[in-house]
């Protein structure tokens, strides 16, 4: 409730993974409360917010944006959501709730089997959507949903933000135009690396969408995990780094809506996004500025460019580059092209009926096409539009229209000019307070203000932060920050699963890091107490989409020098001193290294040595022990050198967060 339930009452992984986890919270806090157990006032009110948390962010045809690792395009019109809002009406009164029942209980909607003629069961489980009325509930709804609901009156849904979670939604025509900046919270494991995210939806129409997640063993899951997949800036052709977004403001009136949110995508690298909805259009602004030229790429799904007069260009086939890991995208890209189009303003337009753009780069850009997988269960493939711009600082700015709402857009010393189908023309610009939008000759102004009571009314208690997890690190000052190191692992780096680190028998470990002469790291690991259980790293997963071998006994070790970088899964071979060596996929950079192995009286002690590049006086390192025990399928737990931070190891795979390394240097550097 404190760690991982933000404080506008949204699951840290986003609305698939709340729907999930809050049901299970729901179980702990009637469990508490049936034993008199005292939970802090806060964490019951952020609790019962999350009961309509999930539903504030709903696109207009009522499904769940596919937000990081979720299952594309869920209905909202299945039992166990509605079985949500009766619970949390249970608990307090809630307009929001009562609103989403009005529309799941709606009489006029066709009805399918729930199958509560056969079990009154809790169901954890996706299926089609249907209408609903109170009988399709669960056992949960009979024994502590309200005997007689209030009236049901489907409210319009309107623009909402979630700090916390980090999204701002602004919508029009009652609903059904969407469009949303998703920038805050990355998500952790099931999280993607797409900050500064755009939607755009109108009814059954989704121009710009996310595509949630496919198979978990299907080849596309590291498509679905890439920045290019979604509508989301890349910085010098890879995926972006995992980090939070900031909210720089968040503001609505006079009929314009409008939110701005920044994320540090590179260390000397900000990137800030802005969008202003209006009547008809919406303008997009993507702002950079650097300590260093950097290269910002955008992708438009599902767009294509158009001259002046709306005709195809001629584009030349070409081949793309871009970064090499699995997960930066590019190796799913087909049939790639690229066209030089006229300067200025560029005219684009979808794929997908109703929607034209203009979009203005500010310099001298790159503009390619390719072919690019379809969202999970969609007939592929798709048009893909990347822009790509290299420099210091700069902006791409883009406006998108629907109905022809738009007819002529332009820049204008430092403000962007938009021609209504109407005639007239509004003027958009950057002032301190925000974003003004000045309309028309007669000169009315709006401005969208960052300190906006929107804004300012979600500084509370309740709606503060969580408290960020523990973060187990070494002291900058103390000599263990200095190579040579010695470490011990035990309770407080243990990721632990079902079992605690006591009843998984206190495993334990020892690091000891060294410098061997100028040019080699070597890292020696002694796990004191286990049951030799390796699985060879060239063994076949069929379960799941990582290696086989991190299930077993074994070791993660991750390093990085600079931009080079290494991450291997190192697993000891029985009867011989050598040890197995698996690339971890992400970390390719060329660092070498070589293993050895032997068995201890109890354990087992491995030793790698890495070859560093000339010169090297610091070096980033991050161990992991895999640990288990005779008879388990999976990993019972983890050791983890940075510190567990109160983390469990399911899902965990062998991906690791860069950020997350400590750094050492030589004790004479």
Do not use: K
């Amino acid at each position: 409730l404190t760690q991982a339930l933000l404080g506008d009452g949204s699951w840290y992984e986003g609305e698939n993974y709340h729907l999930f986890a809050h049901r299970g919270l729901w179980y702990g806090v009637q469990m508490a409360e049936r034993l008199g157990r005292t939970i802090p006032e806060a964490a019951l009110a952020r609790f019962a917010e999350g009961f309509a948390a999930p539903f504030r962010t709903v696109l207009p045809d009522l499904t769940y944006p596919s937000r990081r690792d979720s299952q594309y395009a869920v209905s909202v019109r299945q039992p166990r959501f509605a079985e949500s809002c009766e619970l949390g009406l249970a608990r307090r009164d809630d307009d929001r709730l009562v609103g989403m029942l009005a529309r799941l209980y709606a009489p006029d909607t066709p009805r399918g089997d729930t199958g509560r003629a056969r079990t009154s069961a809790d169901v954890e489980l996706n299926v089609a959507p249907t209408g609903l009325t109170r009988a399709d509930l669960s056992w949960r709804a009979l024994l502590l949903a309200r005997p007689i609901l209030p009236p049901l009156r489907a409210t319009p849904l309107s623009s909402d933000l979630l700090p916390d979670q980090g999204i701002g939604i602004l919508r029009r025509e009652s609903g059904a135009l969407y469009a949303a900046l998703d920038y805050g919270h990355s998500g952790g494991g099931h999280g993607h690396p797409d900050r500064l995210n755009v939607l755009l939806v109108r009814g059954l129409t989704r121009w710009f969408d996310d595509p949630g997640t496919g198979s978990y063993v299907d080849p596309t899951l590291h498509w679905y995990r890439s920045t290019l997949a979604h509508t989301a800036p890349l910085v010098d052709g890879r995926s972006q780094p995992r980090v939070h977004g900031r909210l720089l403001g968040f503001d609505e009136r006079d009929g314009a809506g409008w939110v701005s949110a920044e994320a540090r995508l590179a260390d000397d690298l900000v990137v800030r996004r802005s969008l202003v909805l209006r009547e008809g259009y919406l303008v997009d602004v993507v702002e950079w500025s650097g300590g260093s030229p950097h290269e910002i790429a955008l992708p438009f799904h599902g767009i294509d460019l158009v001259s002046q007069d709306d005709q195809p260009l001629s584009w030349s086939a070409a081949t793309i580059v871009g970064g090499a890991g699995v997960e930066d995208g590019f190796d799913f890209l087909a049939q790639t092209e690229r066209v030089d189009p006229p300067s200025g303003v560029v005219h684009a337009r979808s794929c997908r009926p109703g929607l034209q753009g203009w979009v203005d780069t500010g310099g001298s850009a790159e503009w390619w096409r390719a072919l690019a997988p379809a969202s999970p269960g969609g007939e592929g493939p798709v048009p893909l539009l990347l822009v790509r711009r290299t420099a210091l600082d700069g902006r791409i700015v883009s406006v998108w229209s629907w109905n022809g709402a738009v007819v002529d857009v332009r820049s204008h010393t430092g403000s962007l000019l938009v021609t209504r189908v109407d005639g007239v023309v509004e003027r958009h610009e950057a002032v301190d307070e925000g974003w003004r939008v000045t309309h028309g000759n007669a000169g009315g102004r709006t401005t969208l203000r960052r300190d906006s009571a929107q804004v300012r009314g979600r500084d509370s208690t309740l709606l503060t932060a969580a408290p960020a997890p523990r973060r187990h690190d070494l002291d900058l000052t103390s000599p263990r920050r200095t190579l040579p190191a010695l470490l011990t692992l035990g309770e407080p780096e243990y990721r632990r699963s079902e079992e605690s680190w006591t009843e998984a028998g206190r495993p334990c470990a020892t690091v000891h890091l060294t410098r061997i002469e100028a040019d080699r790291l070597s890292v020696q690991v002694q796990v004191a107490r286990s049951s030799r259980t390796f699985i060879s790293v060239d063994v076949e997963n069929v379960l799941d989409n990582e290696p086989a071998a991190i299930n077993g006994d074994g070791v993660q070790l991750y390093v990085a020098v600079g931009e080079q970088q290494g991450g291997w899964l190192l697993v000891p071979r029985p009867g011989s001193t050598s040890v197995g060596v698996r690339r971890i996929e992400g970390w390719t950079a060329p660092l070498e290294l070589t293993a050895t192995w032997r068995a201890t009286a109890q354990g087992w002690e491995l030793t790698a040595t890495i070859a560093l590049p000339p010169a090297t006086d610091r070096v980033d390192v991050d161990v992991i022990v895999n640990e288990t025990a005779p008879g388990r399928a999976r990993r019972r737990g983890q050791l983890v050198l940075s510190g567990a931070r109160g983390e469990f190891v399911y899902l965990r795979g062998d991906r690791h967060d860069r950020a997350r390394l400590l750094r050492f240097t030589s004790a004479d550097a």
